[in-house]
């Protein structure tokens, strides 16, 4: 232990060594982020980009200036390190998106969410495999093991959760946002652990007992990873509640938070489960209670630290992404063979395709068999929809491509460099295109005037002026205005019936008893939220966030 | 350029190299600075201790600790990195001191802190310096030359702005704290620009050329990092006042507000300029105008997490200090001469102690010259208090004798080896001793309950109900509170008598007439600030503040 912060420490002082260059590369980065953000907002307007977009081009516009100006010699501008990706980036963009999550909502969707994001993953890691195993073997492209294809089918089933985040709006269509989100973190953990477990187990000769194996060490990774998210925010919850009692230190609670929600990851990596998956729902947790026993400051505070932390890291990997596309080195083994690469990216592009649709049409008509409320179903429209928003592929691909590809310097293996050069090319591809469409398609599947009537919000039609105020911009006010609504409770006895009708609803319902039973007296929870409604203060907060609102819809300064 | 970014990422991949060791070690160091935060908030009511010393015992337990685990073996528990401190620990540190410090009282005290600041640390460095090479002469510790005791004078006259942050309160003694941190702020820039001054010129031969040369670049470093420092906040009002008309977005505005600071600190890094300086200039900016121009949840977001960052930073760098304290090769070299080490400690602690005093008392005593009013003047509690709260050293000199002492694997010299483990006691004595006694000597000499007459804030004595209201606790409302003061003009011509008299006021008020004429109009500033003083939102604003505020005095969760 000592030894390996030791050497942590020397590579630090090492990597950091004052030498100027890396000080140019650093202010470059930085520049090049603030050139995203601004550039973001001033195309945010347009229907087609978003910010993944922007950072994608922009970072390969910089990429092509640097080769340039080192005359096409510097063959390595920016090399994708997936260790940076997965201790720095991916934690604050995940535990955002659980703690900005509508929970009612993925509560409500959580049978299918995980219908989706474990089974449909499998199916698609299923089909992909085989394709790959079937189209690469006659195309000659180097030596490629039976772990190599499953690789390959683990790597291209992980969807883009972090570009998902960009192209839908929670606020529009909460039931599709919460399904490809929660489906998309699902998922990324499901690829993370196949993948593990691809590396981890000899595959060469698979039976059923490496199968069931295989099975055991995924519900075990499962279910251990959201036990730890779980309780990393539940004892976030109890500490803040317990020992700032009466003099909240709003400074303290905030980095507290931050800490608990990282150490929370780095558990995760240390009993080698998945981060993903406990951090996420360290988020839901630390929302749920911790959230309603900080100070109001706090409250404000956490919320958009998170966001914008999350932000930086969003723009950070895309710009990364494409600066990384450029290097020149992993092109100069294939470039003899310009067709064998363009051939492989458009096979894994269609395989991608394909198995996305073997899982999301009949996991949705299974889906359908559960839900008695026509408003619940999930409709064709909504099924091409969901359908077309998980196709992208991101850095999660890439970085367990890399992890595949690259060890040892076997990149300059033939097949080796087809598979990098193809994953960026699909990477690429997948997230200029699909993504540049998915805002079009889902404006013209589901016309955002046209509030999905299963939002936890129910919102009269016509009450056009409360309407922003309650659920859009802002994101402050979605999570205060459901703050009464754990009050009420159905003190109906949960059936086994019910829970066989409708598995999500009776899952919702026993989770709110429990919750108001035990949890809220020891954990603080929303019941004993420091703001009381009615109370002045909440009045007060009320009252700004929502005078703040109508000046942000007037368009004043 | 690309050659460094690209050398600067294989090393970040090395440097994460995903092996389970350093995994341990960042859950380890995680869990510690949680734990830190936990017991700092258990121990801030009584009167020794503060965060920094919980932290530098915490860190040395652990260090102990580490050391009988692996049985003494392991000689390098943690290496203290100069660039990890200089380009990620300290920018937030500073940048919120810029953010936070009032600047009112700031600008008032402007000549008297940079008197301090200046002509003070080259006092400090002078006694220091000769002190060293008289004593450490005669004492046979190793061949030290002429610009090693130089070095050793920049480094013992930087005193801990990180420490003094923590144990002087803004609030409750204004002038006190404005004068010391902004002397910490200005000193740490002028150790930091002669200990390169020092290591870039050739000083074995001092004539009166180079010395002037010297004086030359001390100023031109001065005048430009402040330059850049301004113009990078300045830029930041521009971009988000111009841009971001009428449709604010909290997040983006954090974000590009976080990257703007941390770009102007590297850009002064990139140009060899002094980055304390600027980026804390850049902070006083940003809070002056910026602020101004964002949302109200952005105000609120940006304050805490600017604090809450700066403060992790902090418990970091301390928690770093006392566990590199216990890396036994250091210590190996001296372990033949225990007495040496200790006089050489000893020694320095004296020349610290009268270094300070050398400026302190006959600054004060020029200052006082200048102001009329009695209120205004430095008695000598303050004189008492104001050399004592600057005697911590910290990580600046960590630092700096790392820089100087450990260069190419020099640490086995002897001469070098000591003055390592000297600054190493030095540091963590003064810490500890001196910042333990800091608190109760402040208490003894400034009775918080005598506040200080020349606060921005005149509180009438007696109005012990809203006293706290406006000035305590919260960090929120300070900045809020002196809104409508920029409004207020003085039409009396500029006499150069006037400069002459009270330079301090003078400068002060012309800066208030340009403030209001030309940059107001351009980046926004507090004339017009989005919150309109007496409008619902300001009123609501204040309104919930203050009972967030009554709430957190009552006690209530």
Redesign the interface.
């Known amino acids: 232990?000592?030894?390996?912060?030791?050497?942590?420490?020397?590579?630090?002082?090492?990597?950091?060594?004052?030498?100027?260059?890396?000080?140019?590369?650093?202010?470059?980065?930085?520049?090049l982020?603030?050139a995203c953000?601004?550039l973001?907002?001033?195309l945010e307007e347009t229907r087609w980009m978003n910010e993944s977009i922007t950072a994608l081009i922009i970072g390969s516009c910089t990429g092509i200036v640097?080769?340039l100006?080192?005359g096409g010699k510097?063959s390595?501008?920016?090399?994708f390190?997936?260790?940076?990706f997965?201790?720095y980036l991916l934690p604050p963009i995940i535990f955002n998106a659980g703690f900005q999550v509508k929970k009612k909502q993925f509560f409500r969707n959580f049978m299918t969410i995980m219908l989706f994001g474990a089974i449909g993953t499998l199916i698609s890691f299923v089909i992909i495999s085989l394709g790959a195993k079937h189209f690469f073997e006659k195309m000659n492209i180097g030596d490629l093991t039976i772990s190599d294809y499953l690789a390959i089918g683990a790597i291209f089933s992980a969807t883009d959760s972090v570009c998902t985040l960009q192209v839908l709006n929670q606020d529009d269509t909460p039931l599709l946002y919460s399904l490809v989100f929660g489906e998309g973190v699902v998922n990324d953990a499901t690829s993370v652990v196949l993948f593990n477990a691809i590396q981890r187990f000899d595959l060469t000769n698979i039976n059923s007992t490496i199968a069931l194996e295989f099975a055991g060490n995924f519900f075990y990774l499962f279910i251990l990873s959201t036990a730890l998210g779980v309780a990393a925010g539940l004892l976030s919850a109890f500490?803040i509640?317990k020992?700032?009692?009466?003099?909240?230190?709003?400074?303290?609670e905030?980095?507290?938070m931050?800490?608990?929600a990282?150490?929370s990851y780095?558990?995760a990596?240390?009993f080698h489960l998945s981060s993903i998956l406990t951090v996420f729902f360290c988020g839901i947790v630390m929302s749920h209670y911790t959230w309603h026993?900080v100070?109001?400051?706090?409250k404000?505070?956490t919320?958009?630290?998170f966001?914008?932390l999350s932000?930086?890291a969003e723009i950070f990997i895309f710009l990364y992404v494409g600066m990384d596309a450029l290097d020149i080195e992993k092109w100069d083994v294939v470039r003899n063979s310009p067709g064998q690469s363009i051939g492989v990216s458009a096979i894994l592009l269609g395989l991608i395709l394909l198995g996305r649709a073997a899982f999301v049409f009949p996991l949705s008509f299974l889906s359908n068999l559960t839900k008695s409320s026509p408003d619940e179903k999930i409709d064709w429209k909504k099924q091409v929809t969901i359908w077309w928003a998980g196709l992208m592929r991101g850095a999660v691909s890439m970085a367990l491509a890399y992890n595949q590809f690259t060890t040892s310097g076997h990149t300059k293996v033939l097949g080796n460099a087809i598979m990098i050069t193809s994953t960026i090319t699909v990477v690429l591809f997948s997230t200029v295109v699909f993504g540049l469409l998915t805002k079009p398609l889902v404006k013209h599947l589901q016309p955002s005037s046209k509030r999905s009537s299963t939002t936890a919000l129910q919102i009269t039609p016509g009450s056009s002026f409360h309407d922003p105020l309650l659920n859009g911009g802002?994101?402050?006010e979605p999570l205060l205005s459901t703050q009464g609504q754990s009050e009420y409770t159905i003190d109906q006895p949960i059936s086994l019936r019910m829970f066989l009708n409708t598995p999500s609803r009776a899952i919702h319902h026993y989770w709110r008893k429990f919750d108001n039973a035990v949890m809220r007296r020891i954990f603080g929870g929303r019941g004993?939220s420091?703001i009381v409604p009615g109370s002045?203060?909440e009045t007060?907060?009320r009252?700004?966030s929502e005078?703040?609102e109508i000046?942000?819809q007037?368009?004043?300064?």
């Open positions: 232990m000592a030894i390996g912060l030791s050497t942590m420490l020397e590579k630090t002082e090492t990597l950091l060594g004052s030498d100027h260059a890396s000080v140019v590369s650093m202010n470059l980065f930085v520049a982020l603030c953000i601004v973001g907002h001033l640097i080769l100006i080192s510097s390595r501008i920016l090399v390190s997936e260790d940076l997965f201790i500490v509640k020992l700032y009692i009466g003099r909240h230190s709003t400074d303290r905030v980095a507290l931050m800490l608990l990282y150490l780095m558990l990596e240390l026993n100070t109001d400051k706090s404000v505070t919320k958009h630290t966001a914008a932000f930086l802002s994101s402050y004993v420091p002045p203060v007060s907060v009252q700004w005078e703040a000046k942000e007037n368009g004043e300064p």
